[in-house]
Structure formats: C-alpha cells, structure tokens
Nanobody, 114 residues
Framework: VQLVDSGGGLVQAGESLRLSCAAS????????MSWYRQPPGQQRELVAS???????HYLDSVKGRFTISRDDAKNTGYLQMNSLKFEDTAVYYC?????????WGQGTQVTVEP
C-alpha cells in the first residue's frame, strides 16, 4: 500500500491550501484516514481523522478552519485548510489503517508566512 501526499506549498497567512492523499489501493479498505503534522523542532501531532463510518475529529487549534474528507471512489483523502496561520507551518503526513497495518504518506511541506 502506498500513500502519496501532495498539495503543500508556501502561502501567506489567511490563505488556503488543499492537501491530497492518493492511495494505491481501494480506500474503502481503510478503516480510518488521518492527517498528522510535524512542525519544525516539534513532535508529530494528529490534526484530523475521519473513519469509514462516523464523524471527523480535529485538533482544537484547527477546528472551524480545516476540513478532512475522503472520496472512496477516487481512493483519495483531502485536508482543506482555510485561514492558515503561521503556526500551521509543518510537514503534513497522510495516515491510513486497514485494521492490520498503518500506512504513511511521504509528507508535504506547508509553509505559512505571517
């Protein structure tokens, strides 16, 4: 199973980005899909997650600004990030698990200039 992250970039504070996570297998086999991030010099943290069935969950600091979604027909997950802040600067990683293993994307850099 491979996950390929994309969509990162350099933006100004207040702008938006949409990250994508393309899977090499059917997304329907994934019980849960998540986005993590690792800011410079800090540990990786869970930003948002969405199960096959049920509601999405978000890190408090991104609630109301970020939206996680998954399109199982396209085997792709997304993270829509609006009103970006300097403190959102990090490498963002897609994560998925199928109940047997956990898979990671390679990461995509998001840099927000103040």
């Amino acid at each position: 199973v491979q996950l390929v992250d994309s969509g990162g970039g350099l933006v100004q504070a207040g702008e938006s980005l949409r990250l994508s996570c393309a899977a090499s297998v059917s997304f329907r086999s994934m019980d849960n899909m998540s986005w993590y991030r690792q800011p410079p010099g800090q540990q990786r943290e869970l930003v948002a997650s969405i199960p096959n069935f049920g509601s999405a969950h978000y890190l408090d600091s991104v609630k109301g600004r970020f939206t996680i979604s998954r399109d199982d027909a396209k085997n792709t997950g997304y993270l829509q990030m609006n009103s970006l802040k300097f403190e959102d600067t990090a490498v963002y990683y897609c994560n998925a698990n199928d109940g047997f293993d956990t898979y990671w994307g390679q990461g995509t850099q998001v840099t927000v200039e103040p």
